[in-house]
Every structure is written in structure tokens, then in C-alpha cells.
């Protein structure tokens, strides 16, 4: 089945040690996104690729970034996690920017700062 | 400004009990999907809505598009445990700038179902 997958699922690391979280995708989608969730909240969009487009939300802190080497893949990279960044990490995807904008998303990387 | 605003925020009935969750905004919307997301889990997409007006039915969850396109809901009948969950509604506001418009979610109604 054509999906969206995350790994790991459980991330723990320690204060200030840098954190790799990995996604890939089956679906051949041209749009991949990353979000931050917080204990129920609505989604965070911390940025996006169209293709291999770029893109960065204002608020998005410096210490997050992101490659995405082929259309299948994308990594999110944590340089100095803090305590407030133990949360929910998640990875989706959409056909294109414009076709509904439907997103499908991956089960998710929790991640847990020491 | 939070563009949409999810009611009730919170939501726990007795199973076989009706519900409807409401998504609304002062801006119009090309589309809104709705999803679902367990916990632990990813949310997981339900139904888009595109047309004003617009009636889509999932089993026993009935979605509606309003006809400004500026408010969603999502009504479920005779509730199950399996139906507990986060509901978001999300989707891209319709600007006349035209081009990508980026994804706003919903606040979230968590439904808790008690057998």
C-alpha cells in the first residue's frame, strides 16, 4: 500500500544533542511537509518542499532544518533540541500545492528532550 | 487570528448518543478536509468538501460545506469508542492573490466516546 512512513516512531534525546527524524513516502507526491504537534494542538507547519523547493515558515526557529535528497525522502534535523521541542513530529505529503490541498500524513515521531 | 475556529473544543458523550463538531471562519475556503487523528497517530483524511453547500456522507459521519464556503460540520451518528479522536478541519483560504495558499488547520475538537 502506497503510504507514508516515519522512523522512529519514539525518539528520545538528550538536552542540546543533535536529532535526525526521517521520513519517506510510496505516494510519488511532489509536496512534503513537516510539522510540529503539541498535546492536542492543531498541526504546526515548520516548512514544505514543492519538489525540491524549499520553503520556510517565518516563525520557524534556526535550529530546525530539513533536506530532502530525492522525491521519497525527507529529514528533519534538530541541531540543539530544547525542552520545548519534545513533541510529536509530523511528516505528509500532498500530490501537488494546488490539487485540494489534501495532505496525507505519516503515524508521526515522538520525540522526548532530557 | 486564528483563521479557523473549531466548537466544541472538547466533546465527551455516551456511545450511540449523536454529535456535531462546527468549523467556522470569517474567510472563505477553496476546500476543507476534514481528519481524524488517534492518539499516537497521524491524522488521517476523511473527506474534502469543495462545492458550497456541499453534502458528503462517510458511514455514519455526514459532512457539510456551507454555502459561503466559510463553515464546515461534521456530524456523527450513534457514536462509537472507534470514533474517539482529535478532529481537525483544515484547508487553504481562498485570496485573490491566487497561487499557493497555504494550509490552515483548524483548534481541534477532541471527542471522547465512552462505551
Known amino acids: 500500500d502506497a503510504m507514508v512512513i516515519q522512523n522512529p516512531r519514539y525518539q528520545v534525546t538528550q538536552f542540546g544533542k543533535p536529532v535526525t527524524l526521517s521520513c519517506s513516502q510510496t505516494?510519488?507526491?511532489?509536496?512534503m511537509y513537516w510539522y510540529q504537534q503539541k498535546s492536542s494542538q492543531a498541526p504546526k507547519l515548520l516548512f514544505h518542499y514543492y519538489d525540491k523547493d524549499f520553503n520556510n515558515e517565518a516563525d520557524t526557529p534556526d535550529n530546525f532544518q530539513s533536506r530532502r535528497p530525492n522525491t521519497s525522502f525527507c529529514f528533519l534535523d534538530i541541531r540543539s533540541p530544547g525542552l520545548g521541542d519534545a513533541a510529536m513530529y509530523l511528516c505528509?505529503?500532498?500530490?501537488?500545492?494546488?490539487?485540494?490541498?489534501?495532505?496525507?500524513f505519516g503515524p508521526g515521531t515522538r520525540l522526548t528532550v532530557t | 487570528t486564528q483563521l479557523l475556529e473549531q466548537s466544541p473544543q472538547f466533546l465527551s458523550i455516551q456511545e450511540g448518543e449523536n454529535l456535531t463538531v462546527y468549523c467556522n471562519s470569517s474567510?472563505?475556503?477553496?476546500?476543507l478536509q476534514w481528519y481524524r487523528q488517534e492518539p499516537g497517530e497521524g491524522p488521517v483524511l476523511l473527506v474534502t468538501?469543495?462545492?458550497?453547500?456541499e453534502v458528503k456522507k462517510l458511514k455514519r459521519l455526514t459532512f457539510q460545506f456551507g454555502d459561503a464556503r466559510k463553515d464546515s460540520s461534521l456530524h456523527i451518528t450513534a457514536a462509537q469508542p472507534g470514533d474517539t479522536g482529535l478532529y481537525l478541519c483544515a484547508g487553504p483560504p481562498d485570496f485573490d492573490s491566487g497561487g499557493y495558499q497555504k494550509v490552515t488547520f483548524g483548534t481541534g475538537t477532541k471527542l471522547q466516546v465512552i462505551p
Open positions: 474567510s472563505v475556503f477553496s476546500s
Open positions: 468538501v469543495v462545492t458550497g453547500g
Open positions: 505528509a505529503t500532498s500530490r501537488d500545492r494546488s490539487y485540494t490541498y489534501e495532505q496525507y
Open positions: 505516494l510519488n507526491h511532489n509536496v
